[in-house]
């Protein structure tokens, strides 16, 4: 993806990235996305980027993230930390004495 802003590194991730998403069966569009995506929250994490969320910089590395998540039975999707940050802006009442479970429920109660 011609970027400005991205360094030969990042330019060389997104290529890598795309390429092994689309030799696992992911359509054009979806890999373009998530190789952008991944290589964006990089540069947050490393300082490269102009602008970034306060998650961004502080949560797991993208990488290190899907290497947790993958070849397991447990659940998938968000962390408990991120649904309890979602219900506190919400405005969700009792969160904190919540399980991960109860929080999935209540919050997708709310949207």
């Known amino acids: 993806m ?7 590194k990042r330019e060389r991730q997104y290529e890598h990235i795309k390429g092994s998403l689309k030799e696992r069966g992911a359509g054009a569009d979806k890999a373009e996305e998530i190789a952008a995506r991944t290589v964006n929250k990089e540069r947050a994490r490393k300082g490269e980027a ?9 949560d797991i590395s993208s990488g290190r993230r899907g290497g947790l998540r993958s070849g397991t039975s447990r659940q ?3 962390t408990k930390e991120q649904l309890y940050n979602e ?3 919400m405005g969700i009442e009792g969160r904190s004495a919540m399980s991960k479970a109860q929080l999935q ?4 109660r709310r949207k």
Do not use: F, I, N, Y
């Open 50 to 58: 102009r602008e970034s969320s306060r998650l961004s910089r502080t």
């Open 2 to 8: 011609p970027q400005e802003a991205w360094s030969a």
């Open 105 to 108: 429920r209540a919050v997708d």
């Open 76 to 78: 998938k999707g968000r």
């Open 87 to 89: 219900a506190k802006r």
